[in-house]
């Protein structure tokens, strides 16, 4: 077993935010924390199973235990699982939207049985529906299906989008509706994506901007259910509704932006995991760093 980093010990004081990344669990969810220390991450998201198909293949033997042990073993205390992105709660399509329920469901499930923190997903669309708001309704009612009776330690996490249309979930009030919405809120958490929200017209290169989009996030949603900030720059400019991520600093956010953001005490009371690409995301994390220093 690799050996312990330095920077995990549990002597350390915790920095906040954590920092992190997605990582690769190819070959075995074992592999996830082993790739997340090699990248020196404090925190880390990986896919449980393919992102592109609804089955999920059993666990080789013993990577449930490997998993938790690497875990304990490196000092990570928060992890996170990103769902499959065939999800859609909302769809016209029964077949479809039971199987998303039943994949959510079936995750969560097997994210507990490892103690991963919260498992993360895109909504999905209300096309077909007649308006948007029959959307949202049957992606709530799709989302008490997913808990009802559900008793795992893995929370469902809300992940805002980026998408025009009938994207659901674009904004904090759509986020909050949908949240509103479920039974057992005990179960559930939300995920802000900085790419996606300066997609849908958060621009937080303004420092007055980025002070309204929090009080938005508090009016609608409230900060107690936020559970985990995925951190991306932008390809794309604010408010063109696409989904478009870009390392830190190269983006249309830039550090001013990102400066802005973590600036929020609330917003750095949980970890934030970037989902840049693995080339060149060392220094992601080493201006992430930079900026958590000098707050």
Request: proline fraction near 3%.
């Amino acid at each position: 077993m690799p050996k312990k980093s330095p920077s995990s010990s549990s002597k350390q004081p915790q920095l906040k935010p954590l920092l992190g990344a997605h990582v690769s669990a190819s070959g075995g969810i074992s592999n996830a924390p082993i790739n997340a220390h090699d990248e020196g991450c404090e925190t880390f998201q990986f896919f449980l199973s393919s992102p592109h198909t609804y089955a999920m293949g059993e666990w080789k033997e013993d990577e449930a235990e490997k998993f938790i042990a690497l875990c304990k073993e490196f000092g990570y205390t928060q992890t996170f699982v990103h769902a499959p992105y065939l999800i859609n709660l909302a769809s016209i399509k029964p077949q479809t939207r039971h199987g998303s329920i039943s994949l959510l469901r079936n995750t969560l499930e097997r994210a507990s049985l490892i103690g991963v923190t919260g498992v993360m997903f895109h909504t999905g669309s209300a096309t077909g529906h007649e308006n948007k708001a029959d959307g949202l309704k049957l992606a709530i009612k799709s989302l008490n299906e997913i808990l009802d009776g559900y008793t795992g330690s893995a929370k469902l996490l809300l992940e805002n989008a980026a998408g025009a249309g009938q994207t659901l979930g674009v904004s904090f009030q759509e986020i909050g509706e949908m949240f509103e919405g479920v039974k057992q809120r005990k179960h559930m958490g939300v995920c802000i994506d900085t790419q996606h929200s300066f997609g849908s017209g958060y621009d937080w290169r303004d420092e007055k901007l980025a002070k309204k989009a929090f009080a938005d996030f508090e009016k609608y949603i409230g900060f107690e259910h936020l559970t985990v900030v995925q951190v991306n720059d932008s390809k794309v400019d604010c408010g063109s509704n696409k989904d478009r991520h870009e390392h830190i600093a190269d983006g249309k956010i830039g550090v001013d932006g990102m400066h802005n953001i973590m600036s929020n005490a609330k917003m750095r009371q949980v970890p934030w995991i970037l989902e840049t690409e693995p080339e060149g995301r060392d220094q992601d994390l080493k201006t992430l760093q930079k900026i958590r220093a000098s707050l």
